[in-house]
């Protein structure tokens, strides 16, 4: 059974940092790709990032701020976010493509002073 593992979420002020990692297992297939989805309260779920070959994609919104990362051998991606904004508030989503897409259970990102 594939289980995604997401990690790193809470309370940050505006202009500060914070980290998320997604750790992927119970898969027998090969990662075609990872990301992290996100949803804010009311609206609907977006991409925020995504690594497939070792290419990024990146929301025009987070572009310059978030950077994604993946460890192949280990299974996991991390999504590095600086210069926080309030409108980055949100539940993150991990997503990998096995091909068939997979989600974790959403980790929650407040940005407020």
């Known amino acids: 059974q594939v289980q995604l593992v997401e990690s790193g979420g809470g309370l940050v002020q505006p202009g500060e940092s914070l980290g998320l990692s997604c750790v992927v297992s119970?898969?027998?297939?090969?990662?075609?790709?990872m990301g992290w989805y996100r949803q804010a309260q009311g609206k609907q779920r977006e991409l925020v990032a995504l690594?497939?070959?070792?290419?990024?994609n990146y929301a025009d919104s987070v572009k310059g701020r978030f950077i994604i990362s993946r460890d192949s051998a280990k299974n996991t991606a991390h999504l590095q976010m600086n210069n926080l904004k309030s409108e980055d508030t949100a539940v993150y989503y991990c997503?990998?493509?096995?091909?068939?897409?997979?989600w974790g259970q959403g980790t929650q990102v407040t940005v407020s002073s």
């Open positions: 997503y990998v493509a096995l091909p068939r897409p997979y």
């Open positions: 690594i497939r070959s070792g290419v990024t």
């Open positions: 119970g898969s027998s297939f090969s990662i075609v790709a």
